[in-house]
């Protein structure tokens, strides 16, 4: 059974940084996608950032301030966020998915597995 819990959430104000864990447990770490989704009050879930193989992936909203970034060794997969904004405020989920190839989806129904969800929020 494959399991993700993160961590590093918080109520933060605008501008700082923060580090975003998820801890994979139950499969083997390396074969799998990950990816960043983050869900704000009253709206959907959407892609934040992916990493697979080597390769990553990042919502339009985020690129050049969020970086993800994976540990193997730790089975931990994190990401920085930088320069934040109170529309950054959310849930944030850790999602995995099993893959034979590089691939980073970026829709809820592409990953399999999901994390409880850490709550960032940014005061401005």
């Known amino acids: 059974q494959v399991q993700l819990v993160e961590s590093g959430g918080g109520l933060v104000q605008a501008g700082v940084s923060l580090r975003l864990s998820c801890v994979a447990s139950?499969?083997?770490?390396?074969?799998?996608?990950m990816g960043w989704f983050r869900q704000g009050p009253g709206k959907e879930r959407v892609f934040v950032a992916g990493w697979n193989g080597g390769s990553t992936s990042y919502a339009d909203s985020v690129k050049g301030r969020f970086t993800i970034s994976r540990d193997n060794a730790k089975n931990t997969v994190y990401l920085q966020m930088n320069s934040l904004k109170p529309e950054d405020t959310a849930v944030y989920y850790c999602?995995?998915?099993?893959?034979?190839?590089?691939?980073?989806?970026?829709?809820?129904?592409?990953?399999?597995?999901w994390g409880q969800g850490t709550q960032v929020t940014v005061s401005s």
């Open positions: 139950g499969h083997t770490f390396s074969n799998y996608a």
């Open positions: 999602a995995a998915r099993s893959i034979g190839s590089r691939d980073i989806g970026t829709t809820t129904t592409w990953f399999r597995y």
